[in-house]
């Protein structure tokens, strides 16, 4: 069963940049379809980002698309999230995600909760203005 651990989270002003990781323990992270999520308070935890396990396919949310960029270096055992042109509304905790299947379910990406069978704790994010 995998563990994983985020960090890089932290304060950043809007317009800036934050990169997060992942570090994945207690199996072959190749082997895992790996996403990130985030959380507002008051929210549900939404989707932000999703890499294929050999990192040759990424899906983003529409909130995300064109700031953030999702990364993985398998001989690191490490997912990334490279966050650009911070906005306020990017204040979440960010969560580490990974499942054993394909980044392709069906007929679209894993982009729900459901789609996921491990978790990390997560990485607090606030973008000031």
């Known amino acids: 069963q995998v563990q994983l651990v985020e960090s890089g989270g932290g304060l950043a002003q809007a317009g800036g940049s934050l990169r997060l990781s992942c570090s994945a323990s207690g199996g072959t992270l190749s082997s895992y379809t790996m996403g990130w999520f985030r959380q507002a308070p008051g929210k549900e935890r939404t989707f932000a980002a999703t890499i294929s396990r050999g990192g040759s396919s990424a899906y983003y949310a529409d909130s995300v698309k064109g700031r953030f960029t999702i990364s993985r270096d398998n001989a690191k055992n490490t997912v990334y999230l490279q966050m650009n042109s911070l906005k306020p509304e990017d204040t979440a905790v960010y969560y580490c995600?990974?499942?054993?299947?394909?980044?392709?379910?069906?007929?679209?990406?894993?982009?729900?909760?459901?789609?996921?069978?491990?978790w990390g704790q997560g990485t607090q994010v606030t973008v000031s203005s």
């Open positions: 995600a990974a499942t054993g299947g394909s980044v392709w379910l069906l007929d679209r990406p894993r982009n729900t909760k459901d789609d996921y069978a491990y």
